[in-house]
Structures are given as C-alpha cells and as structure tokens.
C-alpha cells in the first residue's frame, strides 16, 4: 500500500515568510509525528498526534511553530516568520499505534534564504 | 528521562566483514529498541525492533541486533557486510513504563557507515 507522503519535497522561501508543509500518513495509522534533521544532527522531534488526544507539542522549538491534523489523517506543519536556522529537512511519520515503528516519509527539505 | 547514545559516528568496515553499530540506551522502565537506517537522500527505512522475547532480533537486509539489558545496549550487527550497507544507520527508544498520551521515540544521532570494497 501507498507510505507516507509529504508535500512539498522542496521549499526554498525567503526569511519572514509563512511556509506550510505536509504530510498524508499511512490509511489506518492513528499516530502520527513530525521530526527536523538538521545538517549533521539527529532527529528532532517536534510534534506527536494521536488519535483525537491533545497534541504532544513538546518539542516545538519556538511558538512560531504550530501544527494541525484534520480528521485524523493528514497533518500540516506551519512555521511563521521563518528564520534561517530553521532550515532544514522536515519528516512526517506515522505508526499503527503508539510506540509502535514508525515509517517515514521522504522529507521536504527547507531552505530560508 | 529517556536517552540514546550512538558513541560513534563514523564505522568503517571492509566489505565481506563483520559489522557493529553500537547503541546504548537509557530509559526508567522497560524499553521498545528500534533500528533505522538512512540512505542518500531519502527517508528513514525500519530495519529491526525488541520489544520482548529472544534478545536477538532479525531485521530486514540481514542485520540482527542484540539486546542486552545488564549494558543497557542494543547493537546492530551484520555478518558480512556489503558496499549496499553504506548509509547512516539511527537507534531509537520508547520507554514503555511512561505514562500518558507521549508515543514518540528518543533517536540517537546516528551512525554513518562506510563499508570499503
């Protein structure tokens, strides 16, 4: 069956400006998790949803980063004002169940100029 | 608090040889271990996970890893390793005593691995 989608695959935008990215889950997972991978590092998280539960944004580094997922499926991730150290690739995963693995998506990968 | 060290970030192994690919981990109660790995510019695959049960866990692509709980350590290993296997390999950890709603998992750095002809 079809993974993990995410859309785009790559944003350039200027510093200031809103981007949007997102992200269409495996049918049927009820978990879903956006991560940042910077350059060299590891993954970030950032954000966790699970079913219809309040999310878990404890991983948001700043409140210029904000996410939504609708109707339990697709996600967007919005990152305001953006700045250039938020630059890098952003990943979208999903799971059947929490604590379950993840798969992946591609990644949009995002530079701010 | 949940944790995962990866202590090295770069395996060099000839090709046909054994690999590891160390991880230590840190977690309050008992933990689910997973391994993934990164090719090139693309996403991260599954390869292998312990919740329970026999410590050594089978994977895709011929890797095994072994849990040790008395070293809190979960190493991928490989018995042959092929130039294929070059990417950058993570290990992660859920702890599964933690309460409430958090089902996200603690990744390691990573470990790249550059297997030689």
């Known amino acids: 069956g079809a993974g993990v989608s995410q859309s785009p695959s790559n944003k350039v935008t200027e510093k200031g400006k809103d981007v949007e990215l997102r992200c269409d889950p495996i049918s049927g997972h009820t978990a879903l998790y956006w991560y940042r991978q910077s350059l060299g590092q590891g993954l970030e998280f950032l954000i966790y949803f699970q079913g219809n539960s309040a999310p878990d944004k404890s991983g948001l580094p700043s409140d210029r980063f904000s996410a939504e997922r609708t109707g339990g499926s697709v996600s967007t991730l919005t990152i305001q004002r953006t700045q250039q150290e938020d630059s890098a690739v952003y990943l979208c995963?999903?799971?059947?169940?929490?604590?379950?693995?993840?798969?992946f998506g591609p990644g949009t990968r995002l530079t701010v100029t | 608090a949940q944790s995962v060290a990866q202590p090295e970030d770069q395996v060099n192994v000839a090709e046909g040889n054994p690999l590891t690919v160390k991880c230590t981990y840190s977690v309050s109660g008992n933990p689910y271990l997973f391994w993934y790995v990164q090719y090139p510019n693309r996403g991260l695959q599954f390869l292998l996970k312990?919740?329970?049960?026999?410590?050594l866990v089978k994977g895709s692509y011929g890797f095994e890893a072994e849990f040790n709980k008395s070293q809190t350590s979960f190493h991928l290993k490989k018995p042959s390793a092929l130039v294929s296997d070059s990417a950058l390999y993570f290990c992660a950890v859920r702890d599964m005593n933690y309460g409430g709603s958090q089902g996200n998992l603690i990744f390691g750095k990573g470990t790249k691995l550059s297997v030689k002809p």
């Open positions: 995963a999903s799971s059947l169940r929490p604590g379950d693995e993840q798969y």
């Open positions: 312990y919740i329970t049960g026999d410590n």
